[in-house]
């Protein structure tokens, strides 16, 4: 994960940066903040909000929009276009790729005379684990 190039790096940015990249899967700023200062880090909500906007807007974090409305964020491996499924019950998360989306997406912007299209695609659903776990309750 990068650090986007039009803000300079200070105590609270690294912190947040390593805090995300220390994160098992997507966490919300609520949830970052929390780990912090769990950690020690003296950071503030806000603060936290404000650099996870930036490394968004940057493409240097994943962002999820939950159905709860909470953005959700992620250090992620690849600078690549790419989207995720995610199970509902435990937040795992996989990468997945969609040239069909792709496609589609490039046709509809054209087709109403936009270009210079960007997009999120967001697929949820229950891991095979959830799935499990819920199989052996019931």
Known sequence: MSAAPQQRTTRQRTAVVEALSRAPGFRSAQQLHDDLRAGGAS????TVYRHLQALAEAGAVDVLHA???EARYRACPTE???HHVVCRSCGRSAEISGETVERWAEAMAAEHGFSDVTHTVEVYGTCADCRRTSAATA
């Open 80 to 82: 690549e276009h790419h």
């Open 43 to 46: 950071v503030g909500l806000t």
């Open 67 to 69: 159905g709860d409305g």
